[in-house]
């Protein structure tokens, strides 16, 4: 057996739905009672009145074992799509919060969260060449799962614990790119930066990224494979874009023209994506995080023009990480609550502005939103003027507020 063979079959056996559903049953993860009743009215050959006698049936659970009202039981429903995931039961509920807890450091709450908070109370400057690599590590990632086109772990046997990204293809998992691409470059770029131990980055860097690929498997999204591809191509990204950083950067910063060459581009490469394949939450994403990176860009570039937030000189560095204070805590915390209520004020606007507006001078009914952010001519523009305004908010709206009220 060659090596191409060898690889194939090893390739075969990391997608095997198995896998996934013997990790969701390790974990405590199961089918619901009548799911199971189902099961055995089938293997038994049961027909007519016995049959749909069984398949009513639903007993107690088990001792130890969640019922509906537990955190994750029940039927989950997707409201955009209004697919279904399978019923099930958790008999680890604490085990399901933390996998629950590391799948949404892949999700937009998470991201507009973290990142703003990184810029306005920690280090500008690494947060935006975060996002930089954020950008292009995500859109990398989407498109080659619309290239690719591997459908999700196969339910049965696998349980959907998530349903929301269920439309979307599987091969590679965009959430491990990411739980890969932040902490990996959060360490990068803060390594001789601030004075911290590099051992202690690495490992915080590694548990991150195990939670979040972890998780996407216990949540039945994924398959061992996709999220093994997931972390190495992000590392390849990462080896080939992160020479290239501080070019773009500069470039960001100081190039008369870059905010119109950054629109264009950005608007071109989704559209781009948003005609590859049929319809999925793939592609609003995908105009979401090239309208976020935009907008950060032009955010930059205008700080850049006016003067605010100077990056510090050479010499300045390494920082020595502040003592945390009750002041210091109370300052941040007051500026985290001040500038995501001002940015959901902003996604609020232009949410129910750009939809009406994209509806109107396209034609399109607007009677149902859900239907009709799927077409192109609607998804485009919402996601991308929407999050463009959300992330020029976090570079450039939110700070100058703080600088006039003295933040």
């Known amino acids: 057996m060659g090596p191409v063979e060898r690889l194939r079959r090893l390739c075969e056996a990391l997608q095997d739905p198995a896998l996934v559903a ?18 055995a009215a089938a293997a038994n050959g049961a027909c007519g009145e016995d049959g749909r006698r069984r398949r009513g049936q639903r007993g107690p659970p088990e001792a130890g074992e969640a019922g509906d009202s537990a955190p994750g039981a ?29 799948t949404e450091l892949g999700n937009e709450l998470f991201y507009i969260s973290f990142f703003p908070f990184w810029i306005w109370s920690v280090d500008a400057f690494v947060g935006r060449r975060l996002i930089i690599v954020w950008v292009w590590v995500m859109y990398l990632g989407q498109c080659s799962k619309d290239l690719l086109r591997r459908p999700r772990p196969a339910s049965p046997p696998v349980l959907k614990l998530e349903v929301y990204y269920i439309s979307e293809y599987s091969l590679p998992s965009t959430h491990a790119m990411s739980g890969t691409a932040i902490p990996l470059s959060l360490l990068l770029l803060s390594w001789g930066r601030w004075q911290f131990p590099f051992m202690l980055g690495l490992l915080l860097a590694v ?8 998780s996407r498997i216990y949540m039945g999204m994924h398959s061992v ?63 979401q995080i090239l309208g976020s990176g935009a907008g950060i860009a032009c955010g930059s570039h205008v700080n850049y023009l006016l003067g605010l937030m100077v990056d510090p000189s050479p010499d300045q ?14 300052n941040a915390m007051l500026k985290f609550l001040i500038g995501v209520v001002l940015l959901l004020l902003i996604r609020h606007v232009m949410k129910k502005t750009t939809i009406p507006l994209a509806c109107w001078i396209c034609g399109i ?16 523009p919402y996601r991308y003027i929407t999050y463009g305004m959300v992330g020029f908010g976090v570079m450039f709206m939110v700070p100058f507020l703080f600088t006039i009220i003295g933040l």
């Not at 548990?207 to 972890?214: D, E, G, H, K, P």
């Not at 994506?273 to 999925?280: E, G, K, N, P, V």
């Open 22 to 39: 013997g990790f969701q049953r390790l974990c405590g993860v199961e089918a619901a009672a009548e799911e199971a009743a189902e099961k």
């Open 74 to 102: 029940g039927q989950r429903r997707n409201s955009l799509t209004g697919e279904q995931g399978r019923p099930f039961v958790l008999r680890r509920p604490a085990l399901h919060r933390l996998f629950a807890l590391g």
């Open 207 to 214: 548990v991150w990224c195990t939670l979040v690929c972890s």
């Open 225 to 287: 494979l996709d999220v093994i591809v997931g972390v190495l191509y992000t590392i390849l990204i990462m080896i080939v874009f992160h020479p290239a950083l501080e070019l773009i950067d500069h470039f960001n910063l100081t190039y008369t023209y870059a905010p119109v060459i950054i629109i264009g581009l950005h608007l071109g490469l989704g559209l781009f994506s948003f005609t590859l394949d049929t319809w999925s939450t793939s592609r609003g994403d995908t105009a």
């Open 317 to 330: 560095l390494p920082f020595d990480p502040l003592p945390i204070t009750l002041t210091m805590c109370a």
């Open 365 to 380: 009914a607007c009677d149902d939103v859900r239907k009709a952010r799927q077409h192109m001519e609607v998804e485009l």
